[in-house]
């Protein structure tokens, strides 16, 4: 093989790798999603989720079932702040993660317009967690959000007692 064939041949080795290495290491939402949903059992949903709605909060299974409280705070409303949603989030890790690794439901309670109540179900437990989920941001520009500014620890991991031992009832919470 000449020189130049052998250098034609190393710099095409050299583009590929460079190519799919770039592509391994990409912070691409869509390949992260696609990780995301390959990685975890799948959730199932009850009620009306708006695809926001559903969206932050199979995020926040996730996380969840990874034992990530960092990513979880993120997904937190701004109403409290960062500190207590690290502090709510490593209760949640620590009551739920293991109980997200496996088949969970969510209810979602009322419609998606400014707020939703969701009610998570991790039925190999027999375990609940409410989420509070609200519009955030300056005209809701960030989004939908979960609240995790719950200031004592044992009303943060407490399972609702209005919601019903299993999903699909729809109803709201009282009062």
Not at 23 to 37: G, R
Not at 87 to 115: H, I, M, P, Q, Y
Not at 125 to 149: A, P, T
Request: negative net charge.
């Amino acid at each position: 093989m000449s020189q130049n064939r052998r250098s034609a041949v190393f710099a095409a080795a050299l583009a590929l790798t460079v190519l799919v290495g770039g592509c391994a290491v990409s912070s691409d939402p869509e390949l992260a999603d696609t990780n995301d949903y390959v990685s975890h059992e799948p959730l199932r949903v009850a009620g009306y989720p708006s695809a926001a709605t559903l969206a932050v909060v199979q995020k926040a299974v996730w996380r969840l079932a990874d034992g990530d409280a960092g990513r979880l705070a993120a997904l937190a409303t701004s109403d409290g702040s960062k500190t207590q949603a690290l502090a709510n989030a490593k209760l949640w890790v620590s009551a739920f993660g293991k109980d997200a690794r496996g088949k969970v439901t969510a209810e979602f309670l009322g419609a998606a317009d400014e707020r939703q109540t969701v009610v998570v179900y991790f039925q190999d437990s027999g375990r609940r967690k409410d989420l509070h989920l609200r519009v955030d941001g300056i005209g809701g520009e960030d989004g939908w959000r979960i609240r995790m500014n719950d200031t004592d620890p044992a009303s943060a991991v407490a399972e609702p007692t209005w919601a019903p031992r299993t999903p699909g009832t729809g109803e709201l919470p009282p009062g």
